[in-house]
């Protein structure tokens, strides 16, 4: 039988390693893969990093004599090159720093042929090239690299990637023996990497792993650096001064204000409705639209680029996905959020100071009064608040589903559910929608109840529901199940105290409580709960607790935490019964 010949431009060692790694890229499953790469990380941990990272590629170093003899190796491992190659900054410095060279001397390219996964999911094999023609003094080099493969990574792309969900992950991935190895700024593909090593007991060839992230993510990639540059000579040279990193990253820091006023200008001015993320509109057009004058409203589209919400190329500006939630009338709107954060809550974090040395919430520090009274004198700032809650509802999307709302909808006869402050009855429309054999019972303020029962009305859901004006001591008795959703981070101790003992008081032994908070992590893991104690401290003078904190306070008030599952954003439902 005759041996295949091989393709000419690669040696053949080279020829091997993408042939073996086209074949591993195509059979892998991201959460095995995962379990694979880090071997303590299992149950909920690796569902939850799964979740917000996919497999996408597995990475190579191949040294071809020239560029058309790369693409004849390609095309003879059945991988074909789509889109050309781009220059890689990442590797590039990365083999600047580890041989002593220039990086004006290595044009390292990056190409990316595609490949099906297990279930025709699109994947890459990313083939970092370095052209290495016969003779060359790279030989040396390429010599170096192919035995020690240290270019060879699995690539992990993360879902999106905003800072706390970055933070995140990296903490996982260290908990479980990852170790920082270095990273970048791609500025012509708009991505940022981190390169860890993977630890020893790690269950692939692969001794390093990628997560990638769209985007300019900087100022977190100094902090990765900082922790383990991949090589000495990085530390002292191509990837710039630790205390420069540290400067910048905290210069970024500072600069955050601006990202909630630009933001909060953008929803202000309603520039989303003026955009299309279809077509790209010039400023001169947008600044018509909008009533504002072209070049300062310029100065905040460039701005706006830069964190994503729109993008910009030589026709104009479009709405990206982001930017496309600060709309009005999009589905799930975050236009209010942008008007609370941008507007009141931001001016009482002026006085954050005043909270931490007295205890008093900056917001009644400004305005002389709770934040709950003073919305309720002004119903245009009420509606606001109350719709900015709607905008987060998506930690409610698996709460029906909750196994003590299933078992209540198959119970005999009819079984009622308590929304208590149940704002605009986002949480209970969706539990009704789901179990057509339970009816709801909403208390709340005057004018929040009003609002609640167009909303329910207009989802068809009014008949099954009834209304009860009052405060938490008229917490309706008779109920199967009560909701209390984002109540408790409102208050101090003594008042959730008071609020738990007028529900205990309430439901009969059979009933159940349904609890939904952020819970703060029990170490030092990123956390949206983490930037939300800060809010409430600042705006409410309440503050967001851990799992033993609120199982403290139900049991002060005749309750018992039976357990807890997480919900998205961060956030938890807590299940209370009578102790």
């Known amino acids: ?23 591993f890229v195509r059979e892998q499953e991201t959460s095995v893969l995962l379990s694979r790469v880090l071997p303590g990380l299992d149950g909920p941990e690796l569902r939850a990093v799964a979740d917000r990272c996919r497999f996408a590629h597995a990475a190579l170093l191949v040294f ?68 290495v023609p016969p003779g060359s003094a790279l030989s040396a080099l390429a010599e170096r690299e192919r035995d ?15 800072p706390l969900v970055l933070r995140g992950l990296r903490a996982t991935l260290v908990r479980h023996g990852a170790v920082a190895d270095g990273g970048g700024y791609n500025p012509h593909e708009d991505g940022t990497v981190f390169y860890f090593a993977t630890p020893d007991g790690t269950k692939t060839d692969y001794r390093r792993m990628e997560l990638y992230a769209v985007g300019d993510h900087r100022d977190l990639l100094a902090e990765h650096l900082a922790e383990g540059p991949a090589c000495p000579e990085a530390r002292e040279g191509t990837l710039g001064d630790t205390d420069s990193r540290a400067a910048e990253t905290l210069l970024r820091l500072l600069t955050g204000a601006w990202t909630t006023q630009a ?33 300062p409203l310029e100065t905040l589209l460039r701005y706006l680029a830069m964190l994503g919400v729109v993008t910009e190329d030589q026709d104009g500006f479009r709405l990206t996905a982001p930017g496309l939630l600060l ?8 236009r209010p959020l942008a008007l609370m954060y941008g507007g009141p809550f ?48 998506r930690m409610f999307d698996p709460l029906p ?79 199967d199940v009560y909701l209390l959703s984002r109540v408790l981070h409102d208050w101090d101790d003594a008042r959730c105290r008071d609020i738990l003992r007028h529900l205990a008081e309430a439901m009969p032994p059979h009933a159940d409580l349904l609890v939904v908070e952020r819970l703060l992590p029990a170490d030092a893991t990123p956390s949206l709960a983490t930037a939300w104690d800060l809010h409430m401290l600042c705006n409410t003078g309440g503050r967001e607790r851990r799992a033993d904190a609120y199982a403290r306070l139900f049991e002060a008030a005749g309750l018992a935490l039976v357990g807890h599952r997480p919900l998205p954003l961060d956030a938890h439902v807590l299940h209370v019964r009578r102790g």
């Open 148 to 162: 020690h493969d240290h270019e060879a990574h699995l690539a992990f792309d993360v879902d999106r990637p905003d």
């Open 263 to 295: 933001l909060a200008a953008c929803a202000e001015l309603r520039l989303p409705e003026a955009l299309s993320a279809h077509e790209s509109r010039g400023a001169r057009r947008l600044a018509r639209e909008v009533g504002a004058r072209p070049e």
């Open 346 to 393: 931001y001016q009482s974090f002026a006085h954050l100071g005043h909270a931490v040395r007295t205890g008093e919430p900056g917001f009644e520090h400004l305005y002389g009064e709770n934040h709950f009274d003073h919305f309720a004198h002004d119903p245009g700032l009420a509606e606001t608040f109350d719709r900015s809650m709607a905008a987060s509802a």
């Open 401 to 479: 589903a909750h196994p003590v709302l299933a078992a209540a909808a198959a119970g005999p006869g009819t079984r009622t559910v308590v929304d208590v402050a149940g704002g605009t009855g986002e949480l209970l429309r969706r539990v009704l929608a789901a179990h057509p054999a339970l009816r709801g019972i909403l208390l709340e303020r005057p004018h929040v109840v009003a609002a609640a029962r167009d909303r329910l009305t207009a989802a068809g859901l009014g008949e099954r529901c009834d209304y009860r004006v009052g405060d938490f001591a008229d917490v309706p008795p008779a109920g």
């Open 327 to 334: 709309r009005e009338d999009a589905a799930g709107s975050m």
């Open 64 to 131: 071809p004599a020239d560029r058309p003899g790369l693409r004849t190796a390609l095309a003879a491992c059945g991988l074909p090159d789509e889109a050309g190659s781009r220059p890689s900054v990442v590797v590039r410095d990365r083999l600047a720093a580890r041989h002593g060279i220039d990086a004006a001397d290595l044009d390292v390219r990056i190409l990316r042929p595609t490949v099906p996964g297990p279930s025709g999911e699109r994947r890459a094999v990313e083939v970092f090239a370095l052209a």
């Open 1 to 23: 039988m005759r041996t295949p010949a091989l393709p000419t431009g690669l040696a053949p060692d080279d020829v091997r390693r993408l042939r073996a790694t086209a074949d």
